[in-house]
């Protein structure tokens, strides 16, 4: 029984509440990554449909085994900081991220995934490169 919350791949039945493809032309069409990346079609929906894609502001760069579990949104919500208030301005950027985070926290936030972490080894870039590809394809 599906959990009351949570969203599935209406293909595979894959749990995709973190990250998920929404058919922007049919009407409770849900695709996992990798059923969207297949081309998958059920009932009147059809690959080359236009999509939305919803990351529930869950999904991380690192993986859900970094510290502090930083989602997409507050990633990026740190970048803009950092490029709005300028580097150290730590309490305004972690005002600017959301309550939830100190400005310790985005300090070391920052400096040991971008500055000092090797994030090749680590962020999920083959997720992101492969989502990049399919919106270029489908473009």
Known sequence: MAELGKKYCVYCLAEVSSLRFRCTECTDIELCP???????????HRRWHGYQLVDGGRFTLWG??????????????????IEQFGFGNWED???????????????EHYIYQWLNNN??????????????????LRL
Request: aromatic share 4%.
């Open 34 to 44: 990798e059923c969207f990346s297949a081309g998958a079609e059920i009932g009147p």
């Open 64 to 81: 859900a085994e970094a510290e502090g579990g930083w989602s997409s949104r507050e990633e990026q919500l740190l970048l803009d900081a």
């Open 93 to 107: 950027m972690a005002t600017h991220v959301g309550a939830s985070r100190t400005p310790q926290e985005v300090m």
């Open 119 to 136: 994030s090749l080894d680590t962020c999920h870039f083959e997720m992101i490169m492969r989502l990049s590809m399919i919106k270029m």
